[in-house]
Each structure stands twice: as structure tokens, then as C-alpha cells.
């Protein structure tokens, strides 16, 4: 079982950064991908952006050219870099591991951007 532990978020003004990472209790570099979700209040989980075992990126419109998800398997780490932010990014931000025996979820992190 693998634990996932998010840092990094806060508040931030609108057009501002933050960097979130995500540390793993276990290897990562077995996953299928390793994910950044988030889920505002009163809506549905969605998918921010999405990294594979072979480093290929997939990335929510409505973030596209802001955010930048990578991976560390040596450290078992996985980032979003975020840039530009704006108010509709608030929200929960989750970090996944998606293997074959199964997904696993960390426990979150808020990330506030004022207008």
C-alpha cells in the first residue's frame, strides 16, 4: 500500500504561484500515472493533469499552459507547478496513484487564490 502526502498549498493572490508536491511512502515508478485532482466545493472531482510511466502529460483545458505536473521517481515525488493563478482554481487539490492492483488517494491540500 502506498501512502500519498501532499504539501504546498495556501493562499495566494489571483496571477500568483504555488507549487504543490506530493511525497509517496513507496516506489512510484511502477505506476500506471501519477495525477493531481482537485474538487471545488458543491462540485465533482475533476482531473487537473496527469502524468504517465513514460512522462507523457495530460493537462484539464482550463489549465493548459498555467500548470506544469512532473515526476520524480527517485524520490517518489510528484509536483504541480502552478502559474497565473485564478479564483475559479480554488479548491481541494488531490494528489493520485494510479497502479494496477489499484488507485490510491492523499489526503489533500487547499489551495485559496483571492480575487
Known amino acids: 500500500q502506498v501512502q500519498l502526502v501532499e504539501s504546498g498549498g495556501g493562499l495566494v493572490q489571483a496571477g500568483g504561484s504555488l507549487r504543490l508536491s506530493c511525497a509517496a511512502s513507496g516506489s512510484i515508478s511502477s505506476s500506471n500515472a501519477m495525477g493531481w485532482y482537485r474538487q471545488a466545493p458543491g462540485k465533482q472531482r475533476e482531473l487537473v493533469a496527469r502524468i504517465n510511466r513514460s512522462g507523457s502529460t495530460t493537462y484539464a483545458d482550463s489549465v493548459k499552459g498555467r500548470f506544469t505536473i512532473s515526476r520524480d521517481n527517485a524520490k517518489n515525488t510528484v509536483c504541480l507547478q502552478m502559474n497565473s493563478l485564478k479564483p475559479e482554481d480554488t479548491a481541494v487539490y488531490y494528489c493520485?496513484?494510479?497502479?494496477?492492483?489499484?488507485?490510491?488517494w492523499g489526503q489533500g491540500t487547499q489551495v485559496t487564490v483571492s480575487s
Open positions: 493520485n496513484a494510479d497502479f494496477f492492483i489499484g488507485d490510491y
